[in-house]
């Protein structure tokens, strides 16, 4: 069992407490937050707060470090959890900039010791499914992926509507979605076009919608929003021999496989004022449709992973080139909304 710590017990600092709490390779040590009403609310679920961040540093029981504090402090406490000897889990976004990764990443190596983020969304059935299905060939390369997710709450009344924190969706939601999306796709991208929303929220994005372009030809489309009242298909995908889709995280993907290219001899439709050939329904002599199974996950893997890459007898699950290439897109997504233009790039 590895001993682990967390410093933030905000609402994901106290999830990561509970998910470590009913651990089968972890122990909880205890927390600590710079506000006493939040240490107050561990204390009250029976959990040990430490008197500040060195206290954790210091205490030598402590193999893993996570953090969970806004985005513009994780690399001051990365670093110095990682000079301290720990092992060190930071929550997403890493942070805000690829020079402060590679900050992060160097001080890792020099020390010895293993630093990750925790990509959770990697383990969402949704993307699970999406990625099973592109992975195997079923419905030949995936041409296009579209991912979205789409709400109506705006963005959180805290920290995260500030710029100086690290605020915005694109930090928030858009890291997660960008990072299953390059867990999909490894081709190379070549361009990026990305335009954000500010409907809500005049300082950081409230929404944006995301192009990649990648040298293989395939492309995909990453969209989050927050003013939206009625929700489009969280994942589409376009295929050589078919498609998919996903309504909803908690829905089945359905899958149209073409099994015939059959041109002639199509009856006209009534559509709309007039009649079609060209978008005539197909029917199942050509097309075979199914739904698959949700894939079984458990994110505990996540934290299993971690203690055994530790002990040398795995690999790090979410590895720092990968980490390191979402902060590219994120930075270059910013750039071209900031010139609204194309931007070209090799990442």
Known sequence: MKNIAVIGYGGQGAWHCSQIL????????GTYDIRQVRNDAAKANGIFVYDSNEAIFADTTVDIVVIAVPNDSHEYLVINALQAGKHVICEKPVEMSVASVDRMIAASKKAGKLFTVHQNRRWDVDFLAMKKLADSGEIGKPLCIESRIQGSRGIPSDWRCEKKH?????????????????????????????????????????GFKLDLYFEDGAAAHIELGTYN????????????????????????????????????????????????????????????????????????????????????????????????RVMQVIEAAFLSDENKQVVEVNI
């Open 22 to 29: 009913a651990s089968d390779v972890c122990n909880l040590t």
């Open 166 to 206: 690290g605020g915005g969706m694109i930090f928030d939601w858009g890291v997660h979605l960008i990072d299953q999306m390059l867990q999909i796709y490894k081709q190379k991208i070549v361009r990026l076009y990305c335009n954000c929303s500010h409907i809500t929220n005049k300082e950081v994005d409230d």
């Open 229 to 324: 009242f009625l929700a489009m298909p969280r994942f589409y995908m376009q295929s050589e021999k078919g498609s998919a889709i996903i309504t909803d995280w908690r829905h089945k993907c359905h899958v149209a496989k073409l099994t015939k290219w059959i041109e002639k001899d199509v009856t006209p439709v009534q559509n709309a004022a007039g009649i079609t050939k060209t978008m005539a329904p197909r029917d199942s002599l050509t097309l075979d449709e199914y739904d698959l199974d949700i894939p079984k996950s458990d994110v505990h893997e996540f934290y299993r992973n971690f203690c055994l890459a530790i002990d040398g007898k795995a690999e790090q699950i979410v590895k720092h080139a990968e980490i390191r």
